[in-house]
């Protein structure tokens, strides 16, 4: 489904969900705002952009039920880790991690680094999260993190210019 990323960009959904303030927990209760769920569906984006945004959104149902409908498409399958890591279920996101590579892994994790270094990167985060989520802290510092993630990971989705 073709996307006008300027239109996606100036959207309401996009714009409340980028001004976001403070960031997302680690692993949250709840979905954030419940009125974004049926706008998100309705975006005339692709699957992967709407499950992100329903990622940003806490709403793991979506998030999950999309990237889980293109199992094996490398950025669905990234989507699948983050969800999992968030649940929290560890181990579930580092089988994930282990499953997809793409491009965009360096930018997001290891700038100038290579795809291994940014896997490790991700494994090594889904353990800082567990730890922190254990001990109660520095949970400020890994909820930034985290939505540097996320937000790094929807505007490659948001701007690219072919299904991701």
Same mark, same amino acid.
């Given at each position: /489904?073709?996307?006008?990323?300027?239109? %996606?960009?100036?959207?309401? +959904?996009?714009?409340?969900?980028?001004?976001?303030?403070?960031? $997302?927990?680690?692993?949250? @209760?709840?979905?954030?705002?419940?009125?974004?769920? $049926?706008?998100?569906?309705?975006?005339? $984006?692709?699957?992967?952009?709407?499950?992100?945004?329903?990622? %940003?959104?806490?709403?793991?149902?979506?998030?999950?039920? %999309? *990237?889980?409908?293109?199992?094996?498409?490398? &950025?669905?399958?990234?989507?699948?880790?983050?969800?999992?890591?968030?649940?929290?279920? &560890?181990?579930?996101? !580092? &089988?994930?991690? *282990?499953?997809?590579?793409?491009?965009?892994?360096? =930018?997001? &994790?290891?700038?100038?680094?290579?795809?291994?270094? *940014? @896997?490790?990167? /991700? =494994?090594?985060? +889904?353990?800082?999260?567990?730890?922190?989520?254990?001990?109660?802290?520095? +949970?400020?510092?890994? =909820? !930034?993190?985290?939505?540097? =993630? /996320?937000? !790094?990971? *929807?505007?490659?989705?948001?701007?690219?210019?072919?299904? %991701?």
């Amino acid at each position: /489904m073709p996307t006008n990323t300027s239109e %996606l960009w100036s959207s309401s +959904v996009v714009q409340t969900l980028f001004a976001r303030a403070p960031p $997302a927990p680690l692993s949250p @209760k709840a979905v954030w705002h419940q009125d974004l769920t $049926a706008q998100i569906n309705e975006l005339p $984006a692709n699957v992967n952009i709407r499950a992100v945004l329903h990622l %940003l959104n806490d709403d793991f149902n979506g998030c999950h039920e %999309l *990237a889980q409908s293109q199992e094996g498409n490398p &950025y669905s399958n990234h989507l699948h880790s983050i969800i999992h890591r968030r649940e929290p279920d &560890y181990w579930n996101s !580092k &089988y994930w991690i *282990a499953r997809f590579s793409h491009e965009h892994l360096p =930018e997001i &994790y290891s700038p100038g680094g290579t795809i291994s270094q *940014a @896997k490790e990167e /991700m =494994e090594k985060f +889904v353990d800082d999260v567990q730890t922190v989520e254990a001990t109660g802290g520095g +949970v400020a510092d890994q =909820e !930034k993190k985290q939505w540097e =993630e /996320m937000t !790094k990971l *929807a505007r490659i989705l948001i701007d690219s210019d072919r299904e %991701l």
